[in-house]
Structure formats: structure tokens, C-alpha cells
């Protein structure tokens, strides 16, 4: 990874920490894209203090689109001669209450998914760049098990601006958990439809990747406890996970492999096999759905006001 830049997202904690502290350590330079919070700054703090100086902060909350765009700006003013390597949308909130953002979408849609669409359209001029001086560069998606959920399709209200109208919280709570399942399955069809978009050119040098962790035993949980997450369903639902949870190294495995290993390919998917249990991130079969991959690609486009995604 030496001589590379690396973004990522939410990465005060979990996953993203590990990946931001893997890749520190093979060489790269490491961008921080946090909200600001003590915790952003202990975490880069902590990254230097191992001996990582090469790790920056860039403020970017994903409840607010002003500043997606405006850490948008930043990077752009900053690497525009040596481009961005790796970008990995990692970042996520789990059961969160039926809460709009000052934006008026959903807080876990916005987040997980509509913020992240936003981020790589700002970024797509620094992938490129990567791309026209190293031959590749690659975008990552962090889905979870839980898009598989009830098997539930893509559904339109959840994209549009419909905040804190999507189902409530009521007994049993189950409703803010479609939200999280449609955010998850949103985050690995966005990357297939980018996949399949990318025009001809300098675009197809951007591998697009997704990974899910598997069951994994991170700040996550807490924080829907902490968000008043205590009903049946949240109960039924952390409980399960927690008791086959693996560490937050072993989670994060299918991201490293997709930021870091030789022999990945534009559209792959990486992450443990089964559901409700933890392994190794393994090359996974492909969950295409074109009907659905365009219904969200159009509902993020209209969400987010992008008019063209590959030009800023
Ligand atoms: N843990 C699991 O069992 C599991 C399973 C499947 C999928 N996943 C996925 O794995 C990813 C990483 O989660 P994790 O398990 O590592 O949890 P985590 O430790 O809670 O990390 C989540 C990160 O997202 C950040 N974040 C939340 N809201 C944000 C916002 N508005 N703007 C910017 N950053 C924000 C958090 O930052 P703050 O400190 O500011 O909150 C934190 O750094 C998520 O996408 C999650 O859906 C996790």
C-alpha cells in the first residue's frame, strides 16, 4: 500500500479503525472521513501515536450533504495531482428511531447509503486520477447480512424524502430494521450498478467492491441500545449476533482483502458464508438484480440532486 492514498469512512471505531490502522501500517497515507467528535480525534491520535504520521481528519458528517460536498471540496483542492487510491464507505449506523436528517431522509438511509452515493460522485475525479497513474483504483462498499433480511426488495419511500414517517417505532420495533435491511442491500446493489455504469475510459480502472463482515463485535450494537434501542425485535436481533460475533480484526477482513490484495476484480464480493455466522471473508456468489440495482440508482440520483454521477 506504500505511496497509496486511502479514505475512509467512519472510522473513530470498528472496522473502519482497523482498516484505517492496516493500511497505515503497509504504507499508505490514511484519510479519516469523520464526524467531528473527541472520538475522531483520539482515533487519529491514536493512529499517530503508533507511529502513523501519514493519517489525516477530514470532517465529513454523513446525516448532511453540505458536508459530504464540502469534505468533497476539500479532498479535491487536496489530491487532485495524486488522486485517491482507495475509497471505502464504511461507515454505518444500525436500528436507529424513525429520524430524519436536516436533510429530511432517513437517518440510517442517509448514512449507510445516500451520503456514500453522494461521497463517491464527489470523489470520482480523484479515482480516476489514481486510476490514469497506477492502472487501478477502488471503491468499497460495507454491506451487512441483514440486506437479506425478510428478503425484502429495494422500496422507493425508504430513498425518498420521507424521514420520520417510515414506520415508527412501535412495538415490536421491527420497522427500524427494514430501514437498517434496506440501507445494507442498498450498499452492495449500488456497487453493482456503479460496476456496470463506469463509461469507457479512464472509469474502468475503478474496481467497485463490496464486503460484509459477518456477525461482529464492534461499537455498533451499543449504539442502538444507546439510541433507545431496547424492544423486542432489538433485543431478539443484537442477542443473536453477539452470540456468534467475531472480533473486529476478523470483521474487517473482507474490506482489507478489497482494499489491499492483487487479484481483485471489478464487481466481486467478499464476506463470510452463511447466515448468522462469523468465517473468513471468502469470494462470494454474485446477488445481481438489474431491475432493482436502476430503481435505486435512479430513487439516489434524485435523492442526493446529482444530474450526472461521473462529472463534478
Ligand atoms: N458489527 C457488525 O456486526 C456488523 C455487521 C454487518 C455489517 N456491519 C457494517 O460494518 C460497518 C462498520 O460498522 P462497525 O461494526 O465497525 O460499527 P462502529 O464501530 O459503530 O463503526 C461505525 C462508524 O461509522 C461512523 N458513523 C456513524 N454515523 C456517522 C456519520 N453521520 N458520519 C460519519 N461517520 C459516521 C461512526 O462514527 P461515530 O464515532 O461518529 O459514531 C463509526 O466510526 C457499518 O457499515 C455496518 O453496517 C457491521
Not at 131 to 136: C, D, F, I, S, T
Not at 141 to 155: L, Q, V, Y
Amino acid at each position: 500500500m506504500n505511496g497509496k492514498n486511502v479514505l475512509i469512512t467512519g472510522c473513530t471505531s470498528g472496522t473502519g479503525f482497523v482498516l484505517a490502522r492496516t493500511c497505515a501500517q503497509l504504507g499508505a497515507t490514511v484519510y479519516m472521513l469523520n464526524r467531528p467528535s473527541e472520538r475522531a480525534t483520539v482515533a487519529l491520535d491514536q493512529l499517530r501515536n503508533e507511529g502513523n504520521s501519514k493519517a489525516f481528519l477530514i470532517e465529513c458528517d454523513l446525516q448532511d450533504y453540505a458536508s459530504v460536498r464540502k469534505a468533497g471540496k476539500a479532498l479535491r483542492d487536496q489530491l487532485q495531482n495524486e488522486g485517491c487510491d482507495v475509497l471505502c464507505n464504511n461507515a454505518g449506523v444500525m436500528g436507529l428511531p424513525d429520524v430524519a436528517t436536516a436533510d429530511g431522509y432517513d437517518v440510517q438511509i442517509q448514512t449507510n447509503h445516500l451520503s456514500h452515493f453522494l461521497l463517491t460522485h464527489e470523489l470520482w475525479p480523484l479515482l480516476e486520477r489514481a486510476a490514469e497513474l497506477k492502472g487501478e483504483a477502488r471503491v468499497i462498499s460495507h454491506s451487512s447480512g441483514a440486506r437479506k433480511m425478510g428478503n425484502r426488495p429495494i422500496t422507493s419511500r425508504f430513498f425518498e424524502r420521507n424521514g420520520g414517517h417510515l414506520g415508527g417505532d412501535r412495538f415490536p420495533g421491527l420497522q427500524k430494521w427494514v430501514r437498517y435491511q434496506q440501507s445494507k442491500l442498498a450498499n452492495l446493489l449500488f456497487s453493482y450498478a456503479l460496476h456496470d455504469r463506469r463509461p469507457q475510459g479512464l472509469a474502468r480502472g475503478v474496481k467497485v467492491l463490496t464486503a460484509h463482515p459477518g456477525p461482529t463485535d464492534s461499537g455498533l450494537q451499543a449504539k442502538t441500545f444507546k439510541a433507545g434501542g431496547n424492544g423486542l425485535a432489538d433485543r431478539y436481533i443484537i442477542g443473536r449476533t453477539m452470540k456468534v460475533a467475531q472480533s473486529v480484526e476478523d470483521g474487517s477482513a473482507g474490506i482489507a482483502r478489497c482494499a489491499c490484495e492483487h487479484d481483485i476484480k471489478s464487481g466481486e464480493f467478499y464476506g463470510p458464508i452463511g447466515r448468522g455466522r462469523p468465517g473468513p471473508a471468502l469470494l462470494l456468489e454474485p446477488e445481481r438484480n438489474i431491475e432493482m440495482e436502476k430503481l435505486l440508482w435512479d430513487l439516489s440520483m434524485r435523492a442526493t440532486g446529482i444530474s450526472s454521477f461521473f462529472t463534478v
